[in-house]
């Protein structure tokens, strides 16, 4: 499979969008909870989305940590800015120490094909149930809590998920027409148009941008409760996880090259380090995301280079604006996008073909699907691997 190094279309421009069901809700979350500049957190993903296009010229997925992430909101309260932004330079420190050491690819060794497996199926099957469940809202978007917009006793929101699924069905392989292009914009019309343009307030230009030094309580709170949780399935998904799913669509070819566990490590240890002094959102790669790029026409680091100037011109001159316009996308766009992502990761385990193969696989995939958390699923997943060797099971 030869791929130019950039191409600027609908179908990149599409598959640009395709990892928006991750990116924005938890983005948005963390700018109206916990209180993040939109403007540094837009500036810094699409700085990350530039510089991975320009250094890897595939489409290489930016996202939020999602352990840390769900915690701040879950504890906003606790978990201050000071802290987030320690969690940020903490976490970057350790993934620059096991990319210039080359510790990550000595901890690469222990994720055999099988486990890698699992936790793409896990992921795959989370982010599937998450995106069923954004299409379920009662609610059409995101800050409309106890709103609901219905059509003959329909929630206006399912209506548009069982709309927009069609469409994407129909389009899933269109190259003039783009599927994500499509929903993300018509959704957006209907979004703009719900919350009524009237009555938005529209500033222009960035919102403030501070530069955060905290102190040592402020680490120590970040290294228990954010980044210790966040480290295995970092590993696991955001490197090795992703290195494997880029592999698997694009092939070992001359275009993969650079995309590699230690240069995974060291864009997101550089990433972190910068936006964990500038208090945003701590970030990384993850095979989920180039899944959703990739399902939806994504397949050279133009599309990188295409969405990481939206975000970096909506940062600087539309800060607020930005904010507005992310919100009025659709929560059942948002699920949609999550769904075919999640169907385009869940489909990689056909290359299992070893019934003892397939049950760690499963094994793994069911116990990350139910708790969520993929560490545990990759630990369990390793001790019975090699019980299975140890004890010479065939199944």
């Not at 970040?222 to 092939?251: E, H, R, Y």
């Not at 970096?312 to 800060?319: D, H, K, Q, S, Y």
Request: include cysteine; hydrophobic fraction near 55%; charge should be positive.
């Amino acid at each position: 499979m030869k791929i130019a190094s950039y191409q600027f279309n609908r179908l990149e421009f599409s598959g640009s969008l395709g990892d928006l069901g991750t990116l924005i809700p938890l983005s948005l979350a963390l700018i109206i909870i916990c209180q993040l500049s939109a403007t540094t957190v837009f500036l810094m993903i699409g700085i990350f989305y530039l510089s991975c296009g320009f250094f890897y010229k595939l489409p290489i997925p930016v996202q939020p940590l999602k352990v840390v992430s769900a915690i701040a909101i879950a504890f906003p309260a606790k978990i201050t800015l000071p802290v987030l932004a320690a969690s940020g330079l903490t976490f970057g420190v350790i993934l620059l120490l096991l990319s210039l050491t080359g510790l990550i690819n000595w901890i690469a060794k222990f994720f055999s094909k099988p486990i890698v497996r699992g936790i793409q199926l896990g992921l795959g099957l989370i982010l599937i149930s998450k995106g069923i469940g954004f299409v379920l809202k009662p609610e059409l978007l995101i800050e409309q809590t106890g709103v609901i917009n219905s059509f003959w006793g329909i929630s206006a929101n399912l209506l548009l998920g069982i709309i927009g699924g069609i469409v994407t069905l129909i389009l899933i392989s269109n190259k003039r027409f783009p599927a994500a292009l499509i929903i993300v914009i018509g959704g957006l019309m209907v979004g703009l148009f719900t919350r009524s343009l009237s009555v938005m307030d529209f500033n222009f230009g960035p919102t403030p941008i501070q530069l955060y030094i905290p102190s040592f309580n402020d680490f120590s709170i970040a290294l228990i409760f954010l980044v210790i949780p966040q480290v295995p399935l970092t590993l696991g998904n955001a490197v090795i996880g992703t290195v494997d799913t880029c592999q698997s669509l694009f092939k070992k070819e001359e275009a993969t090259k650079k995309v590699t566990n230690i240069n995974l490590s060291l864009s997101m240890g550089i990433i972190n380090i910068i936006t964990g002094f500038l208090g945003g959102m701590p970030m990384c790669h993850g095979a989920g995301g180039l899944a959703a790029h990739y399902r939806f026409g994504a397949r050279t680091g133009g599309s990188n280079l295409m969405i990481g100037t939206v975000f970096l011109v909506i940062a600087l001159g539309f800060g607020s604006i930005g904010l507005v316009l992310f919100s009025s996308i659709p929560n059942a766009v948002l699920g949609i996008l999550l769904l075919f992502a999640g169907l385009e990761l869940a489909v990689l385990i056909r290359d299992i073909k070893e019934k003892n193969d397939l049950f760690i696989t499963i094994l793994i995939a069911g116990i990350g699907f139910v708790t969520t958390n993929m560490g545990i699923a990759f630990f369990i997943g390793i001790i019975v691997t090699h019980l299975i060797k140890w004890k010479k099971v065939v199944l």
